[in-house]
């Protein structure tokens, strides 16, 4: 992928975001590191709703901006820890979803087996300890994160995910948001209902083919024979 197309990739997710109401006014960030290690990043202070490529900035590693006249997102030391810890990450992605936040709020972790997709694409999304936004507070709080996980919730905050290409990190934040939602949903009506240990272990062995990889929910102790059966509280 050329530097170009990475920009324009980049002002794309920005306006999915924004159209989806991911994010408000200049929250969130996203951020693609290059084949030379390099990282293209959503400068700070903008609408990501109506981003051009021109105002996109390039930094090192470390952080040091190498190219672009904006100043880079506030959040950067989040997503440079990230790409600290995971080689194979090559995208990361940052937004306050509504349903994602309300549970980041909450303190309500997305981890209950659902919906079969949500366990094979997401598996389980923590919520890191809350950190002041642009400090070290937050890097420290998500790495342990990282390994493990595909995305998190940040505590009284948002959402942050990550993959091994834009496409990926975007669609897993589609994926939080929307399992998000049916988790409000079904809290709402108070019949919250999980797949069996059964059933995760198979849909564990579905990701596993598919290359997915994380931890996943455990799934509800559901009787012998017995695919669904209400959360124990
Ligand atoms: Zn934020």
Redesign the pocket.
Known sequence: MTGKSIREDICEVGRRMYAKGFIAAN???VSVRTAEGEIWTTPTGYCKGFLTPDVLVKVSAAGEVLEGNARPSS?LKMHLCVYRKRGDVQAVV???PPFATAHAVAGIPLDRAYMPESVVVLGTIPIAKYGT?STEEIPEAIAPFVQNHNGLL?EN??ALTWGKDLQTAYALMEALEFNAHVSFLVRQMGMERELSHERVAQLVSLRQKMGFTGAVPKGAPCAPGVDVCFVQK
Request: no cysteine; aromatic share 0%.
């Open positions: 929250d969130g960030n959040e940052h937004a306050h936004p940040l905050h948002g």
